[in-house]
């Protein structure tokens, strides 16, 4: 079955940065786009970043636009999320994701907490 585990969570200061790892199993991790969500408490869960299938395609949402980028080793089965510039407002837990459809998959989440 599809397997999503994600890794690399933790605390870091105001203008660090972390690189949040999401690895996969149990479907063609190389034909799916692979997504990065975060959920802050009290708040909805939001896409932060997109990849599509050959990692040749990216979106974000505004707010980490120019500081987090999103990759994916097809090799390696894995999809990652650098983040860097980190503001108190990105912390959340942080959740891949993807679409085979007609379902949505997620993992069990990492928690990011930026705090001086």
């Known amino acids: 079955q599809v397997q999503l585990v994600e890794s690399g969570g933790g605390l870091a200061q105001p203008g660090g940065s972390l690189r949040l790892s999401c690895a996969a199993s149990g479907f063609t991790f190389s034909s799916y786009t692979m997504s990065w969500y975060r959920q802050a408490p009290g708040k909805e869960r939001d896409l932060v970043a997109n990849?599509?299938?050959?990692?040749?395609?990216?979106t974000y949402v505004d707010s980490v636009k120019g500081r987090f980028t999103i990759s994916r080793d097809n090799a390696k089965n894995v999809v990652y999320l650098q983040m860097n510039s980190l503001k108190p407002e990105d912390t959340a837990v942080y959740y891949c994701?993807?679409?085979?459809?007609?379902?949505?998959?997620w993992g069990q989440g990492t928690q990011v907490t930026v705090s001086s």
């Open positions: 994701g993807v679409r085979i459809w007609p379902m949505s998959y």
């Open positions: 990849i599509n299938a050959v990692g040749e395609s990216t």
